[in-house]
């Protein structure tokens, strides 16, 4: 979803809003050298799992009901996708622990982020900021954004869709705070592309932003 090339993979990477998410598990694995940052954090693998318990078949209901919202070719079902999901937790969970102590999860969230100016070579965001839009303002996106570039060289986020109720399964639109954060970005001397990215699962869900200073 970011078009991670082999050179991407040689630098620092920071994951925001990284959540219950196994990135970091199998970039670490291999060697990449991969920091997740998320509020959630600052709560045990047994609090974040007991979480996951509650929400996790509401999520996979809401799926089901709009199946047609989504890109199957490469995913198959809503009941391999929950496979996925869950296997992708268990390996977060699994790997949470042991990747605190080592300092690869940092509790700590957008807009304001624990990390020195210039501490990684690229920072991504998946499915939070313009996916809730309607419950983050065009001032926050602005702000995490810029706050992503302040800590790494250049910054990545993926979809540009926004959704009111993406949790259940909800259709993406076009986020209505794309065009004035870009023109933002732009104003205060930063190169914001949006760009095609070879992965599609929300339909329409196939572009990212890419954000590094001008010069």
């Not at 078009?3 to 925001?16: E, K, N, V």
């Not at 996708?81 to 296997?87: A, E, P, T, V």
């Not at 020195?116 to 309607?134: E, K, M, N, V």
Request: aromatic share 10%; charged share 30%.
């Amino acid at each position: 979803m970011f078009a991670l090339t082999p050179r991407d993979l040689r630098t620092r990477i920071l994951d925001c809003a990284g959540g219950p998410s196994s990135f970091n598990a199998e970039m670490s694995r291999e060697g990449h050298a991969v920091v997740s940052c998320d509020p959630i954090y600052r709560f045990s693998a047994g609090e974040i799992h007991g979480r996951i318990e509650v929400v996790f078949e509401p999520v996979m209901d809401g799926v089901r009901a709009n199946r047609g919202r989504f890109s199957w070719r490469k995913m198959g079902s809503p009941e391999r996708l929950g496979k996925l999901r869950r296997s992708a937790m268990e390996t977060f969970l699994e790997d949470f622990p042991r990747g605190l102590d080592e300092g690869r999860y940092v509790e700590g969230g957008l807009p304001e982020l624990p990390f020195d100016d210039g501490a990684f070579g690229l920072a991504l965001c998946s499915h939070f900021l313009f996916t809730y839009s309607a419950q983050l303002s065009e001032g926050f996106h602005l702000d995490s954004i810029l706050e992503m570039c302040r800590v790494a060289e250049e910054a990545r986020v993926f979809p540009l869709l926004a959704s009111t109720v993406h949790a259940v399964g909800g259709e993406g639109e076009a986020s209505p705070h794309l065009g004035p954060v870009v023109d933002g970005l732009e104003e205060r001397g930063y190169e914001a592309r949006v760009e095609r990215v070879p992965y599609e699962f929300q339909k329409g869900g196939d572009e990212m932003l890419r954000v590094r200073k001008r010069g």
